[in-house]
């Protein structure tokens, strides 16, 4: 069995729930593909038995490179097991974990030609200490408004690692059948 999981990161927490998939792939003796979106090499998806993209939501917006991966090949990922895993701050609440109550999921998946088999949300992580000066007050002032972490002085990491595991056997269970 083999799997191609690629990822668009801001900061580094989409990358590392990816790589966490990954690695709970590897232990299942599934071979891995890993990339970020910008290195994909030339793919022939027919040497995979599924395909896994992650994505972060930076304020309100998937990343440019991942929407045009996906404009690119939604052909190719809708014949085959896909999956879809979003990465938000606004997942750190438990009625926005889900593709259905994820606003910004749910727009992105309604516009989108592909129809991945397979979607999971999860929360981010807060890493104030990386921002620019800019980044820093406009993400600062969201989490204000959202009852969230203002303090700029400390990372704060909201993603459920259970969850991340459980959807990698899902996902595991997908590619498999």
């Not at 003796?29 to 998806?45: E, G, H, M, R, S």
């Not at 129809?115 to 992580?125: I, Q, R």
Request: positive net charge.
């Amino acid at each position: 069995m083999k799997a191609l999981l690629i990822y668009s990161s801001r900061e580094g927490q989409t990358k590392t729930i990816v790589s966490s998939i990954a690695d709970e792939l590897r232990e299942k003796d599934i071979q891995v593909d890993l990339y970020n979106v910008d290195d994909v090499p030339q793919i022939n998806f027919a040497d995979y038995n599924g395909v896994l993209i992650g994505a972060a939501i930076r304020y309100g917006h998937f990343h440019k490179e991942f929407r045009t991966f996906v404009e690119r090949h939604y052909q190719a990922l809708n014949q085959m097991p896909s999956a879809f895993v979003s990465v938000s701050l606004i997942a750190r609440k438990v009625e926005k974990q889900t593709a259905e109550t994820n606003s910004y999921t749910r727009k992105y998946l309604a516009a989108t030609q592909w129809h991945p088999t397979l979607c999971g949300v999860f929360a981010g992580a807060l890493r104030y200490p990386r921002y620019t000066w800019l980044d820093r007050v406009m993400i600062q002032l969201i989490m204000k408004m959202t009852k969230g972490e203002t303090d700029s002085s400390k990372d704060v990491e909201y993603t459920d690692w259970g969850k991340v595991k459980q959807f990698a056997g899902e996902f595991e269970h997908l590619i498999s059948k």
